[in-house]
């Protein structure tokens, strides 16, 4: 073999030299002094900060989003009268009444409710029950039954039906009520003795009749104390209250009713879910108060100066 000593490589060949690219062709990018930096701040619009002598320009406050609606007008604009009688008989549902149960030889009056009507708030429902008082609407609820009564809570009247059973025949001249899907109707809450609203939730109407297009409910109720109904709110629709007569309100509370035994009421539920329409059928007469108590008399009280208590014809 040759010599063991290597020759040194070339200059352009050393390890230790650093290659020349491509890039190095192109002149390196001047450091930004200060003048330049001053030029970019300006021209980037970077806001400074304010010195102490500086104050922002005065800006009008933006008054704060107030989502909270209006409470309901409750100035009363209507008084009606609901004339209360009681027949002492016990009521069956196979019994028949006649025409009109204001016949009952042995009638017992009760007393009259005052009642003032928020027509402000919901006038299409105040505008309908205020026709069935006077009959304009082509039906009444003179001469129909309080047909149910929970005690503590409220009595229901108004059911629609057979005249014959005591019940109120379909109005025909009463507008289609669009407040019963307007939000705004169902603020006012059923907190005292008195409230008068419309049955929505707790209506009694057979289903035949609802399906009816021109049908228009008339259902009402009144809240008897001692409490505040919360079950009631945002399901029915508050429209009034009574004015007077709550001692009337009272003593309708204080008839008995017709209470279903513990097992009676177990089987019932069983019925329904099983799905046996009987179940519904049987409920029908739970709560039905054991005397006729009925509206012997109705009408509008005309007020010539609304600011004071309204006289009785």
């Known amino acids: ?12 060949l050393s390890p230790c030299r650093p290659r020349i690219s491509a890039l190095s062709q192109y002149p390196k990018p001047s450091l930004l002094n200060r003048r330049s930096l001053l030029f970019l701040s300006t021209s980037l619009s970077i806001p400074t900060p304010l010195s102490l002598s500086e104050e922002p320009a005065a800006t009008a406050p933006t008054p704060p989003a107030d989502s909270t609606p209006p409470p309901p007008d409750i100035t009363i604009t209507d008084r009606v009268f609901l004339d209360f009688s009681i027949c002492p008989n016990y009521f069956r549902s196979d019994r028949t009444l006649a025409d009109d149960p204001t016949t009952c030889l042995e009638s017992q009056p009760l007393g009259r409710l005052v009642l003032g009507l928020y027509g402000k708030s919901v006038p299409i429902t105040v505008a309908n029950f205020k026709s069935m008082c006077t009959g304009s609407a082509g039906s009444s609820y003179r001469g129909t039954l309080v047909h149910k009564i929970f005690p503590g809570q409220y009595f229901v009247a108004g059911k629609q039906g057979r005249r014959d059973k005591g019940e109120v025949r379909p109005p025909k001249n009463l507008v289609s009520n669009s407040e019963t899907v307007d939000s705004k109707a169902f603020l006012l809450k059923h907190l005292r003795a008195g409230t008068v ?35 009631l709110d945002s399901q029915n629709i508050v429209f009034g209250t009574v004015l ?5 309100v009272t003593t309708i509370a204080t008839i008995p009713t017709y209470k279903p035994a513990e097992r009676i009421r177990q089987f019932n539920d069983l019925a329904e879910f099983f799905g046996d329409e009987r179940a519904q059928n049987a409920r029908a007469i739970w709560d039905r108060p054991l005397k006729t108590i009925y509206i012997s008399d109705c009408g509008e009280l005309k007020v010539a100066k609304p600011s004071l208590s309204p006289s009785l014809p």
Request: glycine share 10%.
């Open 244 to 248: 007077e007569g709550l001692d009337v």
């Open 197 to 231: 609203s419309l049955c929505l939730s707790e209506n009694d109407d057979e289903e035949g009749i609802k399906l009816d297009p021109n049908y228009r409910n008339v259902e009402f109720l009144i809240t008897t104390g001692p409490g505040p109904c919360p079950q």
């Open 1 to 12: 073999m040759g010599s063991s000593s290597l020759s040194p490589l070339p200059l352009s």
